[in-house]
T-cell receptor
């Protein structure tokens, strides 16, 4: 994606928390999203946060946004084997009719 | 209903074939999108329809031809494709296009193989 970066891989043990990080460079972001993609499947919208919020919690998912540092994270509590997938962060920007995707992080959950 | 339905799920076509991919949503969304995703890469935008009008074409070759017959349907017509066009084609929709995105929902994709 255009200047939206993620680490490529993350491995965690079942039951632990996972934290997936994303950095972006454009200051005109309006919304930031987390999508999950399982092998051979489409993208599932997990959660999104408006750019003037700091945090959003939804069951096992916690999104933190540090707008000053342009850093977004997704914390998955009590990670399960079914959480193994590729996670994409994405942003929408003022004036742009598109989503800008990160490179994706492959999360592997070890039983 | 937050579903975007794409058909077919898999498609194998020869380089001289003509085929179409279909996408449908009944959420009342007025913006619909085609994305192309190669293996281990993020999706890349191809086309955007906003209020049934083509608003963005990301320099896609003319062998890909989009069509939006109504606000619920989006087609992608394929003709004379190349093997390098093999990819997962994703359709998405959002309540409206433009700078005030909220949710954007994706379909499960069509896995296209060109032989």
């Amino acid at each position: 994606g255009e200047d939206v970066e993620q680490s490529l891989f993350l491995s965690v043990r079942e039951g632990d928390s996972s934290v997936i990080n994303c950095t972006y460079t454009d200051s005109s972001s309006t919304y930031l999203y987390w999508y999950k993609q399982e092998p051979g499947a489409g993208l599932q919208l997990l959660t999104y946060i408006f750019s003037n919020m700091d945090m959003k919690q939804d069951q096992r998912l916690t999104v933190l946004l540090n707008k000053k540092d342009k850093h977004l994270s997704l914390r998955i509590a009590d990670t399960q084997t079914g959480d193994s997938a590729i996670y994409f962060c994405a942003e929408s920007r003022t004036g742009a009719n598109n989503l800008f995707f990160g490179t994706g992080t492959r999360l592997t959950v070890i039983p | 209903d937050t579903e975007v339905t794409q058909t077919p799920k898999h498609l194998v076509m020869g380089m001289t074939n003509k085929k179409s991919l279909k996408c449908e949503q009944h959420m009342g969304h007025r913006a619909m999108y085609w994305y192309k995703q190669k293996a281990k890469k993020p999706p890349e935008l191809m086309f955007v329809y906003s209020y049934e009008k083509l608003s963005i074409n990301e320099s896609v070759p003319s062998r890909f031809s989009p069509e939006c017959p109504n606000s619920s349907l989006l087609n992608l017509h394929l003709h004379a494709l190349q093997p390098e066009d093999s990819a997962l084609y994703l359709c998405a929709s959002s309540p409206r296009g433009g700078p005030a995105w909220t949710e954007a929902f994706f379909g499960q994709g069509t896995r296209l193989t060109v032989v």
